[in-house]
Structures are given as structure tokens and as C-alpha cells.
T-cell receptor, first 113, second 113 residues
Framework: DADVTQTPRNRITKTGKRIMLECSQT?????MYWYRQDPGLGLRLIYYSFDVKDINKGEISDGYSVSRQAQAKFSLSLESAIPNQTALYFC????????????FGPGTRLTVL | AQSVTQLDSHVSVSEGTPVLLRCNYSSSYSPSLFWYVQHPNKGLQLLLKYTSAATLVKGINGFEAEFKKSETSFHLTKPSAHMSDAAEYFC???????????FGTGTRLTIIP
């Protein structure tokens, strides 16, 4: 089984709809991250969490919110989706302060019509 | 502030010939540098990382990279390309002090049979 899973893998929705993307991990890592990938722009950080009670905005958090329901679960919500939120979204984990490798999920492709 | 520049958006090589993917970084400190690979419809997989130890870093699948501080470069190489190397490659600079990961815009590697 994959260490970092994301659901759904693909989603098509309409402008104004609320969408939740979910991420689960079995690696036991404290730190979790949400990124979006757009062609030609690499990955950009949306939100990150150091533990259940510690959530921080990344560089492009506007229009998004997150919830860290447990150490293993980190959800990303789009309260009112808009077309320019069409992108590939990745969840990632990292063990802690003195480790350096992030482990990525397989991604969720979101299309907002 | 830090930035990462991948000098080629697309590289094509023949199977069995060497691969060179170029990455330059700009940072006010010595960053940790990573190369990730993304196969179609897959998540990002870590190839290798430099974290201030040996400047020549060996990774998975025969890839290696050399950190050259004087040239602010971290180019990725492989002596002999294989068809399975066809993918997109990302150079990443990391500042774990502020959880800032800076991704390059990616290089798409095509292998010609």
C-alpha cells in the first residue's frame, strides 16, 4: 500500500461548488503539506501543518482552507471553487525538524468548469 | 530569498547516450537541494539530495548530481539513458527554517529509441 494516499484522484466540478481533497499517510510523520502544480510553474505551497494544532499558510493560501483531523489526515478545501483553481494538487509529508525529505502522494487532478 | 532555474524546459536524448539536466540556484545561504522525478500520472519521487555533505551525490536509477557552489549549480546526470527515464524532472531548493521549498519549473526528458 502507498505511504501517502490522496482521494479523489480526479475530480471535475463547477464554479462555486465546495470541494474537499483528502490526504492520508501511514508514515507516522508529523508534518504535512498541500501543493498545487500548474504547467510551467512547478509546485507552490498552499498550506502546511507541523502537527494537529499547528497549521500555517503557504505562499498561495487565498481561496483554500485546511483541516488536520489527525496526525495521519490533512484535508484541503475549496469553499467556492473557481476555474483558476484547476490544477494538480499534491499532498506531502515530512518526518520532522531534522529531516529533509518530503514524500509525495500521487496527486489529485481537479478541473473547475 | 531563494530561486531555482532549470535551464531547459525540454531535453531529448537517444537511448544509451548521456543525460544532462541543468539546474542553477540562488540563495543567501547554503540550501539543501533535491532532484525529484515525476512520471506521467504519478506523484513525485525523490532521485537524490544534497545536504552539505559530499558534493557529488548518487541517487537512484544511476542518476547523480554535483553541487558546485562556485557556479551555484546542481546539474543532474546519467551516463546512459534508458527508455524508462522519460519523465519530468524537478530541481528543488529547501529552506527548512521557514518550510520554504522552491521548485524549478521542470525539465521534460524525452528518450529517443
Amino acid at each position: 500500500d502507498a505511504d501517502v494516499t490522496q482521494t479523489p484522484r480526479n475530480r471535475i466540478t463547477k464554479t462555486g461548488k465546495r470541494i474537499m481533497l483528502e490526504c492520508s499517510q501511514t508514515k507516522g510523520h508529523d508534518r504535512m503539506y498541500w501543493y498545487r502544480q500548474d504547467p510551467g510553474l512547478g509546485l507552490r505551497l498552499i498550506y502546511y501543518s507541523f502537527d494537529v494544532k499547528d497549521i500555517n499558510k503557504g505562499e498561495i493560501s487565498d481561496g483554500y482552507s485546511v483541516s488536520r483531523q489527525a496526525q495521519a489526515k490533512f484535508s484541503l478545501s475549496l469553499e467556492s471553487a473557481i476555474p483558476n483553481q484547476t490544477a494538480l494538487y499534491f499532498c506531502a509529508t515530512r518526518a520532522g525538524e531534522h529531516t529533509d525529505t518530503q514524500y509525495f502522494g500521487p496527486g489529485t487532478r481537479l478541473t473547475v468548469l | 530569498a531563494q530561486s531555482v532555474t532549470q535551464l531547459d524546459s525540454h531535453v531529448s536524448v537517444s537511448e544509451g547516450t548521456p543525460v544532462l539536466l541543468r539546474c542553477n540556484y540562488s540563495s543567501s545561504y547554503s540550501p539543501s537541494l533535491f532532484w525529484y522525478v515525476q512520471h506521467p500520472n504519478k506523484g513525485l519521487q525523490l532521485l537524490l539530495k544534497y545536504t552539505s555533505a559530499a558534493t557529488l551525490v548518487k541517487g537512484i536509477n544511476g542518476f547523480e548530481a554535483e553541487f558546485k557552489k562556485s557556479e551555484t549549480s546542481f546539474h543532474l546526470t546519467k551516463p546512459s539513458a534508458h527508455m524508462s527515464d522519460a519523465a519530468e524532472y524537478f530541481c528543488v531548493a529547501v529552506n527548512f527554517g521557514n518550510e520554504k521549498l522552491t521548485f524549478g519549473t521542470g525539465t521534460r526528458l524525452t528518450i529517443i529509441p
